[in-house]
């Protein structure tokens, strides 16, 4: 059974940063692998979707990027701002409807 | 504006009791989801819909219960039979399988237990 663990659970970086957020999975048999963004009390934004064939994808200043044989996505938002603070998750589709969250990493950019 | 409904907000349940939770959509998508999000993680999945009248279990169905009868619609009931379920609520809708295609979300609706 697929599992998602997104390191770290928090993070707090000063604005103007660049970041990298991690997620990883147990079976690479994946077939696509997205990234959301959630605000407090809020529903899910999807940000980035990875097609297994794809190793990245990039949307302004977010890129992410798909290692299938290691078993990581990495979402990399640069020069942040203090609006990207929120929680982001990834996903995994590995069997059609099926998607596992990870946990989520709680972004606070400060200014 | 195209998008997913959830009503209500807030819902607080007795013990014992049944509750609906709704979910409407105007995207025209096929599939629907029902997600349960617990504080600081992440989403599991309660059921899911593919089609008009067909459904299935996802990881936690137990306790829950669902229909498909519109396509617009994929409400969820939370029995007395769930015995936890004190949670944030998502539902989902996408064109039809998600390998390739994007979900998208509602806003959420709080259960509480009193």
């Known amino acids: 059974k697929q599992e998602v663990t997104q390191i770290p659970a928090a993070l707090s970086v000063p604005e103007g940063e660049n970041l990298v957020l991690n997620c990883s999975f147990t079976d690479s048999a994946i077939y696509n692998l997205q990234w959301f963004r959630q605000d407090p009390g809020k529903g899910l934004t999807s940000l980035l979707l990875i097609q297994s064939s794809q190793r990245e994808q990039t949307s302004g200043r977010l890129n992410a990027s798909l290692d299938k044989s290691s078993g990581r996505s990495t979402l990399y938002i640069a020069a942040s701002q203090p609006g990207d603070s929120a929680t982001y998750l990834c996903?995994?589709?590995?069997?059609?409807?099926?998607?596992?969250f990870g946990g989520g990493t709680r972004l606070m950019v400060k200014p | 504006d195209g998008g997913i409904t959830q009503s209500p907000k807030y819902l607080f349940r007795k013990e014992g009791q049944n509750v609906t939770l709704s979910c409407e959509q105007n995207?025209?998508?096929?599939?629907m989801y029902w997600y349960r999000q617990d504080p600081g993680q992440g989403l599991r999945l309660i059921y899911y819909s593919q089609i008009v009248n067909d459904f299935q279990k996802g990881d936690i169905a137990e306790g829950y219960s669902v229909s498909r009868e519109k396509k617009e619609s994929f409400p969820l009931t939370v029995t007395s039979a769930q015995k936890n379920p004190t949670a944030f609520y998502l539902c989902?809708?996408?064109?039809?399988?998600?390998?390739?295609?994007?979900?998208?979300f509602g806003e959420g609706s709080w259960l509480t237990v009193v």
């Open positions: 989902a809708s996408s064109r039809a399988g998600l390998s390739g295609n994007t979900i998208y």
């Open positions: 996903a995994g589709n590995n069997a059609g409807n099926m998607l596992t």
């Open positions: 995207l025209n998508h096929d599939a």
